[in-house]
Structure formats: structure tokens, C-alpha cells
């Protein structure tokens, strides 16, 4: 095997035994080591894009760990944390960009649920970020005196913003018991944080201050959970990307929910 990548390389005009690694550990990844590295199932693509390019999935696990991990611990209120404003630096450029950027790339690759994931929760970054800056006046347009304070009518519009980022992580989490355990954890904890979240904001602007503050707390506590399934899936994930003599496990669920493809192909054998 190894004489006949050689030898096709070679053809290609490609010699460099750098390139000739590359080619080898991305051409014989199984579908467990493949679906770790990429969080998708692994499937057949044009070119060798692969080969030419960086992994850009754990670009977004960074920006969505760095992003969303002050975040919950200020809506949790630990140490005094809070005010949502704080760092929103970090939303725009950790939680956006680099989800952004990464989406992009899995774009590229071919990796479509990687990219929809990335460029979704990246644009959300973004929203949540320019919201919560002044310079937008998304709150301060609600307000005769142009302060930051919340109005019942943006709680309650914002609210229901949060509403459906919960279905879209919803939808996610469905997606992802193709994948692995610990993806399935980040969507889901997702999943029930926004729905905390959109309950917030419907008592806040209503007037339910203890109500919306214990909900708030809860979606932080929801937040921080996907937190930590993420900093440990970006530790396995460059663990395998820095080829570690180890394998750092996190649950494969491609081999317990057969894709369709694969469905097929089990009939056209039998019969």
C-alpha cells in the first residue's frame, strides 16, 4: 500500500516525503478517527483538499470555549461576574470570528455539518455581540434616554430570538447522535440552555425579576456544561492532531446509528 501512494505521487509530480505523510495518515484515518477529527461522519469528496489544508475544526471549538465559558460564568454570577457586557470582546472576535472562519473552511473541505454548525453558532456571536454593544443601539434605540437599560419590549423580542436558537440547536443535537457522546452533550446542553435563556427574558420583561434572574443563572449553569464538553473535545481533538501516542475517547455514535448510505449498501450485500 505504501509503494502504490508512492508511486502515485510520484506521477503527480510529488516526491516530498512530508507530502507523502500527509497523503498516508489522511487516506488511512478509519471512519472513528476521521468522524474525532472532523465531527462528521466521514463521506466521499472530489480533489484532495484534505491534504491541502488545515483541520480548521478545532478553530471553532477554541471560539466557542473562549466565547461561551465567561460568558456563563457571568451569567452564573460567580465572584461577582456579571453584566453580560464584559466581555464582549471575546463574543465578537473568539466566538464570531473564529466560528466564522471555521465554518468557512469546513465549507471548503466538504464537511457540510461541521460548516452549518460553525457559521450558525458564529453568526449568533456576532448577534449576541453587537446587541450587547452600545455603539449598535439595539437597546438604547428602545429607550427615550438612550441607556443600556432592557425595555419589557426588547426582553421580549430578544426573547424570543433565544427561542429559536433552541430549536436550531435542537435540530443539531438530532444531527449529532451521528457523530460522538461528547458533541451530543454540547448540543444538548445548548438545546436547554437558549430555552432557559428565552424563559428569562419572557419573566424579565414582565416584571418576574426573581423568576428571570434563576433562569439566567440556570441557562449559565446549562452554557457552562457545553463549556466543558468542549474543552475536552478540543483536547482530544489535538491530541489526535499532534499524533499523541494515546486517543483521548469520545464515545463514537457512528457505528450505533447506521447511516442511509450504509443501510443500502448492507441490503444490495444480502441480496
Not at 72 to 92: C, D, K, P
Request: aromatic share 12%.
Amino acid at each position: 500500500m505504501m509503494s502504490d501512494k508512492r508511486t502515485s505521487l510520484e506521477h503527480n509530480g510529488t516526491t516530498d516525503p512530508n507530502t507523502l505523510h500527509r497523503e498516508i495518515t489522511i487516506a488511512t484515518l478509519s471512519p472513528e478517527m476521521f468522524e474525532q477529527v472532523y465531527l462528521a461522519p466521514k463521506t466521499a469528496t472530489r480533489g484532495d483538499l484534505r491534504q491541502t489544508f488545515g483541520n480548521p475544526t478545532p478553530i471553532a471549538v477554541v471560539g466557542l470555549c473562549i466565547g461561551l465559558t465567561p460568558l456563563s460564568i457571568e451569567l452564573m454570577g460567580w465572584n461577582g461576574a456579571g453584566g453580560q457586557t464584559a466581555t464582549v470582546g471575546a463574543n465578537w472576535w473568539f466566538g464570531g470570528m473564529l466560528l466564522t472562519l471555521s465554518g468557512i473552511g469546513e465549507f471548503i473541505l466538504g464537511n457540510t455539518f461541521p460548516s452549518v454548525v460553525s457559521l450558525s453558532y458564529g453568526c449568533h456571536f456576532l448577534t449576541f455581540a453587537s446587541t450587547y454593544t452600545p455603539s449598535f443601539a439595539a437597546i438604547s434605540s428602545f429607550n427615550a434616554d438612550g441607556s443600556q437599560t432592557p425595555t419589557r419590549p426588547f426582553l421580549a423580542s430578544f426573547g424570543f430570538y433565544l427561542l429559536f436558537m433552541s430549536l436550531l440547536s435542537l435540530i443539531f443535537l438530532v444531527c449529532s447522535l451521528r457523530t460522538n457522546a461528547v458533541f451530543a452533550v454540547v448540543f444538548s446542553s445548548a438545546t436547554i440552555g437558549f430555552s432557559c435563556g428565552a424563559g428569562a427574558f419572557c419573566h424579565l420583561s414582565y416584571g418576574n425579576i426573581s423568576m428571570g434572574q434563576r433562569l439566567l443563572v440556570a441557562t449559565g449553569g446549562c452554557f457552562f456544561v457545553s463549556c466543558i464538553a468542549g474543552w475536552y473535545l478540543l483536547f482530544a481533538i489535538m491530541m489526535t492532531a499532534v499524533d499523541m501516542p494515546f486517543v483521548v475517547p469520545v464515545c463514537d455514535l457512528s457505528t450505533l446509528i447506521k447511516g442511509m448510505n450504509e443501510r443500502k449498501k448492507s441490503l444490495d450485500a444480502t441480496e
